[in-house]
T-cell receptor, first 110, second 114 residues
Framework: RKEVEQDPGPFNVPEGATVAFNCTYSNSASQSFFWYRQDCRKEPKLLMSVYSSGNEDGRFTAQLNRASQYISLLIRDSKLSDSATYLCVVNMRSTGKLIFGQGTTLQVKP | DVKVTQSSRYLVKRTGEKVFLECVQDMDHENMFWYRQDPGLGLRLIYFSYDVKMKEKGDIPEGYSVSREKKERFSLILESASTNQTSMYLC????FGQGDSPLHFGNGTRLTVT
């Protein structure tokens, strides 16, 4: 079983839709969580950190469920510019390493 | 704004050549990393460094070495390039411990080994 798992998609949604991605992690000792965004043929960029209480940044909401060991990303009112790959990243504090999921691809259609 | 610069955007090398990938960051970050990214495998950590002259193996260090002689520069070396090292290479930097602050990536080097 992979340490961090994501559904690769692609998720094809119309503009204005609400879409959610989940990411599961296997190590219960994981302590820090992030969502990165990667555009085609570009480098990943931090979208948002994920806090235990959940956090929101505009149209984006991230949540953490420690009991079930997953994090989620919700995008409301999807824009064409949201089309990208979204990477889930988990910090395994015990090893000091960040573990990346394979990413979930989102395509927003007009 | 943090800037991480990789010396080459595209590189084509022959099997057996020694290859140097250079990375420079301008934010005085302690930590620097080299990843490779392949379809279906995601980002995999090759090597990282928490300080000058320090290096730690990541998940896939075989066939690679690194050098960190100055804080701002972290070099990845392919001692004898092989076709299975054809990949996108991403350098990143961060402050504090690796998990405490986000990574800032360079724009990548797409290496093709023929």
């Amino acid at each position: 079983r992979k340490e961090v798992e994501q559904d690769p998609g692609p998720f094809n949604v119309p503009e204005g839709a609400t879409v959610a991605f989940n990411c599961t992690y296997s190590n219960s000792a994981s302590q820090s969580f992030f969502w990165y965004r990667q555009d085609c043929r570009k480098e990943p960029k931090l979208l948002m950190s994920v806090y235990s209480s959940g956090n929101e940044d505009g149209r984006f909401t991230a949540q953490l469920n420690r009991a079930s060991q997953y994090i989620s990303l919700l995008i409301r009112d999807s824009k064409l510019s949201d089309s990208a790959t979204y990477l889930c990243v988990v910090n395994m504090r015990s090893t000091g390493k960040l573990i990346f999921g394979q990413g979930t691809t989102l395509q927003v259609k007009p | 704004d943090v800037k991480v610069t990789q010396s080459s955007r595209y590189l084509v090398k022959r099997t057996g050549e020694k290859v140097f990938l250079e990375c420079v960051q301008d934010m005085d970050h302690e930590n620097m990393f080299w990843y490779r990214q392949d379809p279906g495998l995601g980002l995999r950590l090759i090597y990282f460094s928490y300080d000058v002259k320090m290096k730690e193996k990541g998940d896939i260090p075989e066939g690679y070495s690194v050098s960190r002689e100055k804080k701002e520069r972290f070099s990845l070396i392919l001692e004898s390039a092989s076709t299975n090292q054809t990949s996108m290479y991403l350098c990143a930097s961060s402050s504090f411990g690796q998990g405490d602050s986000p990574l800032h990536f360079g724009n990548g080097t797409r290496l093709t080994v023929t």
